[in-house]
């Protein structure tokens, strides 16, 4: 009670002490982790973490998720972490060097911005945030701070490092100029639609902690869990959730895309139609006034102009009959063409060019060197798996974050790098909600020309004291 009334500071004068005494105390041998969120994606993080680290804490507004984690980090740690469902009074009260962030979008940007200010490096799940405003503001606030902050976009660590080959071949001039790139997306998640009946909910659920800084909708099983990302107020659908993996192997393909105006224009069907979702998104309509109805569009597709450097489309329409569906990346220029994919349990890399390439010892020693660099000079030596306890495959993603907490440095998922990939998704979701083409500077961090509505939908009112 006592956090709550601290309000927008969420942890408040406490949070400033702690980060004293942490700045003053360098990480420990095995660096004590707070996890935040441990359902699904959340707990598998957390408990990679622990395969380099020890968690020392975990937080989940769902006590049922806690007893579930606990029995998975037991085949990892015989230490018993504390446990809360506030992760405001684990940020104050532990003694920890780092915290892992596997919450649905919608809480990202607080619980990073708390994290820093509280003198805690942070290894947050994708995306990074659900707005580019939330990702301009939280950027600057890692700038500003001396703390390692890693995005869970393992694409550029592991998957025995296809996506990344694929990225080196194209910044070596492997596949000619321009680039043309076609990215492959789900379409949406699920058939069902709603609209959806509400209940009490859950007795070992915090609802009120679990909605935060989104909207105080009223509980429905479809609003929770792994279906969030069905709804614009905590998740924005497969072409972020998705999308930004993608989209970041792309423009890690293209370093000059940081510094090059962007063109964007994109569609979609949208379940509550577009024109009442662009009033909502532009708080001009409340998300009250919805239907309780999954509302993330479906059936999209974009296109974005990084000047004269690449072409994108992003292609996340349902397949015709008769035709599979696709997730992946294609990469092709007038010398040559990549596929490269992870879909399911299934890695696939496709490249008739470079696979002549490097046959030459030359060309292969340029292209790891070039890899190398890519990564800061860490490149992973698998790209993948670094063994197996039990159930549990620690990764070399998570070794990243590990390492940069010891070394100071820089991960090899940075967050610059993924708040402009994200930027990108979150772009061409707005272009569609707006129906109009999009110009955008990404130095200058705004809009080229006169643009409409697509300012309004820049940023979103949080709900305080969360926001």
């Not at 984690?69 to 009260?93: H, M």
């Given at each position: 009670e006592v956090l709550r009334a601290l309000g927008s500071t969420g942890i408040g004068?406490?949070?400033?002490?702690?980060?004293?005494?942490?700045?003053?105390?360098?990480?420990?041998?095995?660096?004590?982790?707070?996890?935040?969120?441990?359902r699904s994606r959340g707990a598998a993080i957390a408990v990679g973490a622990a395969a380099h680290a020890q968690v020392v804490a975990v937080c989940d507004v769902d006590r049922s998720m806690i007893d579930s984690?606990?029995?998975?980090?037991?085949?990892?740690?015989?230490?018993?972490?504390?446990?809360?469902?506030?992760?405001?009074?684990?940020?104050?009260?532990e003694q920890a060097d780092a915290v892992t962030i596997g919450t649905p979008d919608h809480w990202h940007a607080r619980m990073v911005a708390d994290a820093v200010r509280a003198g805690l490096d942070v290894y947050v799940e994708k995306p990074l945030t659900l707005t580019i405003a939330e990702g301009d503001a939280l950027v600057r606030?890692?700038?500003?701070?001396?703390?390692?902050?890693?995005?869970?976009?393992?694409?550029?660590?592991?998957?025995?490092?296809?996506?990344?080959?694929?990225?080196?071949?194209?910044?070596?001039g492997w596949l000619g100029h321009p680039v043309r790139a076609n990215i492959f997306l789900p379409s949406h998640y699920g058939n069902k639609l709603g609209p959806f009946p509400t209940r009490e909910p859950p007795q070992e659920l915090d609802w009120d902690l679990w909605r935060g800084p989104s909207w105080?909708?009223?509980?429905?099983?479809?609003?929770?869990?792994?279906?969030?990302?069905?709804?614009?107020?905590?998740?924005?659908?497969?072409?972020?959730?998705?999308?930004?993996?993608?989209?970041?192997?792309?423009?890690?393909?293209?370093?000059?895309?940081?510094?090059?105006?962007?063109?964007?224009?994109?569609?979609?069907?949208?379940?509550?139609?577009?024109?009442?979702?662009?009033?909502?998104?532009?708080?001009?309509?409340?998300?009250?006034?919805?239907?309780?109805k999954f509302n993330v569009p479906r059936n999209y597709r974009a296109t974005i102009r990084i000047g004269d450097l690449m072409h994108i489309e992003i292609h996340g329409c349902a397949?015709?009959?008769?035709?599979?569906?696709?997730?992946?990346?294609?990469?092709?220029?007038?010398?040559?063409?990549?596929?490269?994919?992870?879909?399911?349990?299934?890695?696939?890399?496709?490249?008739?060019?470079?696979a002549q390439l490097e046959r030459s010892p030359a060309?292969?020693?340029?292209?790891?060197?070039?890899?190398?660099?890519?990564?800061?000079?860490?490149?992973?030596?698998?790209?993948?798996?670094?063994?197996?306890?039990?159930?549990?495959?620690?990764?070399?993603?998570?070794?990243?974050?590990?390492?940069?907490?010891?070394?100071?440095?820089t991960p090899i998922a940075d967050v610059e790098s993924h708040h402009l990939a994200n930027t990108m998704c979150l772009l061409a979701l707005i272009s569609m909600t707006v129906a109009r083409p999009l110009k955008w500077l990404p130095l200058e961090h705004r809009f080229g020309e006169d643009c409409g509505d697509a300012a309004l939908l820049l940023k979103r009112h949080g709900r305080a004291p969360f926001a």
């Open positions: 004068a406490v949070a400033v002490w702690a980060r004293a005494v942490r700045a003053a105390t360098p990480p420990a041998a095995r660096p004590r982790v707070i996890a935040i969120g441990v984690f606990l029995g998975r980090l037991a085949k990892v740690q015989t230490e018993r972490p504390r446990t809360y469902t506030d992760y405001r009074e684990a940020l104050a009260q606030r890692v700038r500003e701070s001396d703390r390692v902050v890693a995005v869970g976009t393992q694409q550029r660590t592991e998957y025995d490092g296809i996506f990344l080959k694929a990225a080196a071949a194209v910044r070596l105080a909708a009223p509980y429905c099983p479809e609003r929770c869990h792994g279906s969030w990302r069905n709804w614009l107020e905590t998740g924005n659908g497969p072409a972020t959730d998705w999308g930004v993996h993608h989209v970041d192997i792309v423009l890690w393909s293209c370093p000059d895309a940081a510094r090059t105006e962007w063109r964007i224009e994109g569609e979609a069907d949208f379940p509550l139609g577009r024109e009442v979702t662009c009033e909502v998104l532009a708080q001009r309509q409340s998300f009250d006034t919805l239907p309780n397949p015709q009959a008769g035709q599979a569906s696709r997730n992946g990346i294609e990469l092709a220029g007038p010398e040559g063409r990549i596929w490269v994919s992870r879909s399911g349990s299934h890695h696939e890399f496709q490249s008739d060019r470079v060309d292969r020693r340029a292209l790891l060197d070039e890899m190398d660099r890519m990564c800061r000079g860490r490149l992973p030596v698998a790209g993948g798996p670094v063994g197996q306890i039990g159930d549990i495959i620690p990764t070399s993603h998570m070794a990243d974050f590990i390492r940069c907490i010891r070394e100071r440095a």
